[in-house]
């Protein structure tokens, strides 16, 4: 994700310097992943490491790279990371996520339309342009999910979703893009790029527990 404008209760990039909000890079397989998160949103973790967050869940158990002295991880090492603070191993965005949040949505299949033919990933891809209700409906169940963007339909002076499906059958590209300008004393104007792509579809990704993991000694309650 990148862009300009407000997000929250801070205001970033400009339109000629856009911000890198955030980027996710990860591998899922089936209750399993693992993700590394840089960008402007590691800020709101705690974190200020050029390497981002790194994480991994297995097996029910989630781990953490430090240093992120917030929660007490303060070597660079790896942790388990006590279910106090599983929020933080919660990708904000992620393969599973988006398609619920565009199932969720309520959005009519009618409003997409193919546009075009591209290879991507090897594959035969259809892709596809959602018309303005179905971006809208999309970017606000963005919104809902804590994306802290203006989602306000007359606040939006243009959105745009375009989904790409192959051969194989499976979504392999989203990119999601709203604009417009939040009412203030100062207008204060916003435009955001969503994209996600996804790829290697049943492959054994091989995602293990990282070993050695120390523990966090949370303080005790009050």
Known sequence: MSGNGTMGAVNLGNPQTPAEVMV????????DYTFTLTGFVTALYGSNSAKGIQVVHVAGQDYIHGPLAVIGAIKDAWYRLP???SQMAIPPLYPAGLLALVAQSG???AGFSVIGHEQI???D??????????SLAIIKS?????????????HIERASSELWVCADGYLHQV????????????????????????????????????????????????
């Open 107 to 109: 959005v009519n299949p």
């Open 121 to 123: 990933d090897r594959l």
């Open 175 to 222: 990119r999601l893009t709203v604009a417009g300008s939040t009412p203030a004393a100062k207008p204060l104007p916003f435009d955001f790029v969503i994209g996600l792509h996804m790829y290697d579809f049943d492959t054994d990704v091989g995602i293990a527990v990282p070993d050695p993991a120390l523990d966090i000694l949370l303080s005790p309650s009050p």
């Open 125 to 134: 891809c259809r892709r596809f342009s959602g018309d303005r209700a179905v």
């Open 142 to 154: 963005l919104g809902d999910s804590g994306l802290p963007i203006d989602t306000i339909p007359a």
């Open 83 to 85: 279910a106090a603070h």
């Open 24 to 31: 996710l890079k990860g591998a899922f397989a089936d209750a």
